[in-house]
């Protein structure tokens, strides 16, 4: 039997207020690399993704939901209350990190700004993230995913060449900014480690969104021009895009003037590789449609396997364009342990390997309030009897 170890946060404790995607994801991936997490949810209504949906599993828990928080456990405070923000209060007193998405007046009025949480709790690391960012003009405006995709350009970059605008398939702005927050805490802690001081965090959307344009917006910055939407294909590559074999597409990724030969004699035709139209890659991105018309007409004569085992053997990148169900369901993703179950729930396992400390998907998603006697009687060493009167008050469920 494998010996279970403990993950490389083990003993960090992690007060995840917030609420949706980015600040939830950014929780889930601190408590798969082994912090003990308490997700804080409003008595009654709870985290808005419950009731996202459909699917919900039989027993009504939304897909949603359970994606980004396995690993946590649940506790329902009222934080609208003075009693319920005492209790919350008493719990980032004993944390390490707090997560939230607060709206910006909402975290004035807790006392919560980040001047106001380094004077109260000098050790923690606070990350609040938002739709426009904790500081200046815009920090009031709210913000989900969409709206960061439209407003960073994102959008404008995506989608058919020459049809609209279009948002990415999932909550990318999102996902990058829980990315970017579980980053930045744990650089955080970090620093709290060599000098005994926390921080305040801020994350937003907008600002991930245009941190994933990555060399789209250093080519707009450095020639001043407006980029392109290109459907599959790329700006700057070529070939590297979708090409259709007899009967299905595929995905070609030519990066290099070397795998562009070995592409070329998989096809049949290596005079192509010393045509000066096509023999380096900015000749070929010149000559874009020309070339592109050349390479589909020869792989329109094969089934895409054939040609996918060709230009594996010939080491040149590729793949099938599957669907979710079966890239999940994919040689790869089983090699690779992808899928798990956590209770009755198959999930997308935790991405990074970690050779001495394993990541792990601990434990099913909470129901609301499903921990908060144990948090409280664990965490605070409140009594029975306080915990009775503090839900007899409603300031707790």
């Known amino acids: 039997m494998t010996e279970l170890r403990p993950g490389a946060l083990s003993g960090l404790l992690v007060i995840d207020a917030s609420r949706v995607l980015a600040g939830p994801y950014?929780?889930?991936?601190?408590?798969?690399?082994?912090?003990?997490?308490?997700?804080?949810?409003?008595?009654?209504?709870?985290?808005?993704?419950?009731?996202?949906?459909?699917?919900?599993?039989?027993?009504?828990?939304?897909?949603?939901?359970l994606a980004v928080n396995r690993g946590k456990r649940g506790v329902a405070i009222d934080l609208r209350k003075d009693a319920g923000r005492d209790v919350?209060?008493?719990?980032?007193?004993?944390?390490?990190?707090?997560?939230?998405?607060?709206?910006?007046?909402?975290?004035?009025?807790?006392a919560l700004s980040g001047e106001a949480t380094g004077l109260r709790?000098?050790?923690?690391?606070?990350?609040?993230?938002?739709?426009?960012?904790?500081t200046g003009a815009y920090a009031s405006r709210p913000g989900y995913d969409n709206v960061a995709q439209a407003a960073s350009g994102l959008m404008s970059i995506t989608g058919p060449a020459e049809g609209e605008p279009q948002k990415v398939g999932v909550a990318?702005?999102?996902?990058?900014?829980?990315?970017?927050?579980?980053?930045?805490?744990?650089a955080a802690l970090r620093h709290r480690d060599a000098t005994g001081a926390g921080q305040f965090v801020d994350v937003s959307l907008f600002d991930a969104s245009l941190g994933l344009l990555a060399n789209v917006a250093s080519s707009a910055l450095v020639s001043g021009e407006e980029p392109r939407r290109w459907g599959n294909a790329h700006p700057s590559i070529v070939p590297y895009q979708t090409v259709r074999a007899a009967d299905a597409p595929l995905m070609l990724a030519v990066g290099n003037d070397l795998q562009f030969r070995a592409l070329v004699a998989v096809l049949g035709?290596?005079?192509?590789?010393?045509?000066?139209?096509?023999?380096?890659?900015?000749?070929?991105?010149?000559?874009?449609?020309?070339?592109?018309?050349m390479i589909e007409e020869r792989f329109s004569r094969r089934p895409a396997a054939d040609w996918l085992a060709a230009l594996a053997d010939a080491g040149i990148p590729a793949g099938s364009v599957r669907t979710v169900l079966e890239a999940l369901g994919s040689p790869e993703a089983a090699e690779r342990g992808m899928v798990v179950r956590v209770g009755d729930v198959p999930m997308v396992?935790?991405?990074?390997?970690?050779?001495?400390?394993?990541?792990?998907?601990?434990?099913?998603?909470?129901?609301?309030?499903?921990?908060?006697?144990?948090?409280?009687?664990?965490?605070?060493?409140?009594?029975g009897a306080r915990i009775t009167a503090l839900r007899a008050a409603g300031d707790i469920a």
């Not at 999102?174 to 980053?183: E, F, I, K, P, T």
């Not at 192509?272 to 592109?292: H, M, S």
Request: charged share 25%; glycine share 8%; hydrophobic share 45%.
């Open 88 to 110: 919350f209060c008493a719990l980032l007193a004993g944390a390490d990190v707090l997560i939230e998405n607060f709206k910006s007046e909402t975290r004035e009025a807790f």
């Open 172 to 186: 990318v702005s999102d996902l990058a900014a829980g990315l970017h927050a579980a980053v930045a805490i744990l």
């Open 26 to 65: 950014a929780a889930m991936l601190l408590a798969d690399l082994g912090a003990s997490v308490v997700k804080v949810e409003q008595p009654g209504e709870g985290d808005d993704t419950r009731r996202w949906g459909p699917p919900f599993t039989e027993d009504g828990v939304s897909a949603y939901y």
């Open 121 to 134: 709790f000098p050790r923690l690391v606070h990350a609040a993230i938002s739709g426009f960012g904790a």
């Open 269 to 293: 035709e290596p005079e192509w590789a010393g045509d000066p139209r096509f023999a380096t890659n900015p000749e070929r991105v010149r000559n874009r449609e020309a070339l592109l018309s």
């Open 349 to 383: 396992a935790p991405v990074p390997k970690l050779s001495r400390t394993p990541a792990r998907a601990a434990s099913m998603a909470p129901r609301l309030g499903e921990h908060t006697d144990e948090i409280l009687r664990e965490l605070l060493a409140y009594d």
